[in-house]
């Protein structure tokens, strides 16, 4: 069924940078399509970006377009959120997650137990 | 944007009941829904993809109907490990999914 595991979370200040990664196991990273998910407290689920197999194209939500970059290294089986120019409004615990579909049509059938980011100062 | 909105924000309801959270799509949005469970501290699972087909793993008492605007959940049989938040996600405008608001069912 496969295996994410975030780290790389904590506290930053705002205006701040921070990397997320995310180590995948048991499913074939190369071919899967991947996500990052972020819930903010006592908020619901908000998708943030969105990335393809080969990592050729991604996508991002407009509250962090411009901010936000993810990445990929096939090599290592790791997903990478580089979070810039952070607000108090990003504090949320973050999610990877796998397209259940290359195309994202069927939804995230494999979901990591998060990282929690804090944007204060 | 395809907003997406839940209801009840929240309910109660016993062990055996059957329980009913109900999504409604801005827009059409085809068979393109899905529905997750997430509890506190844990990854959100998958439990139904296009409207209607069961995740692999998830127990059959999750049932998923609907089409264009309007979809349901159905849980037949709640059971204690039930007791959860559930959120629709749309996907008609992939790759750009909008998630609703969350339904949270509560022990009565």
């Known amino acids: 069924e496969g295996q994410l595991l975030e780290s790389g979370g904590g506290l930053v200040q705002p205006g701040g940078s921070l990397r997320l990664s995310c180590a995948a196991s048991g499913f074939t990273f190369d071919s899967s399509a991947m996500s990052w998910v972020r819930q903010a407290p006592g908020k619901g689920l908000e998708w943030v970006s969105s990335?393809?197999?080969?990592?050729?194209?991604?996508y991002y939500a407009e509250s962090v377009n411009g901010r936000f970059n993810i990445s990929r290294d096939n090599s290592k089986n790791t997903l990478f959120l580089q979070m810039n120019s952070l607000r108090a409004e990003d504090t949320a615990t973050y999610y990877c997650?796998?397209?259940?579909?290359?195309?994202?049509?069927?939804?995230?059938?494999?979901w990591g137990q998060g990282t929690t980011v804090t944007v204060s100062s | 944007d395809i907003q997406m909105t839940q209801s009840p924000s929240s309910l109660s309801a016993s062990v055996g009941d059957r329980v009913t959270i109900t999504c409604r799509a801005s827009q059409s949005i085809s068979y393109f829904l899905n529905w997750y469970q997430h509890k506190p501290g844990k990854a959100p699972k998958l439990l139904i993809y296009s409207t209607s087909s069961l995740q692999s793993g998830a127990p059959s008492r999750f049932s998923g109907s609907g089409s264009g605007t309007d979809f349901t959940l159905t849980i037949t049989g709640l059971q204690a490990e039930d007791f959860a938040t559930y959120y629709c996600?749309?996907?008609?405008?992939?790759?750009?999914?909008?998630f609703g608001g969350g339904t949270k069912v509560e022990i009565k």
């Open positions: 997650a796998k397209a259940k579909d290359v195309i994202y049509l069927y939804g995230l059938d494999v």
């Open positions: 996600q749309q996907s008609y405008t992939t790759p750009r999914p909008t």
């Open positions: 990335i393809k197999s080969s990592g050729e194209s991604t």
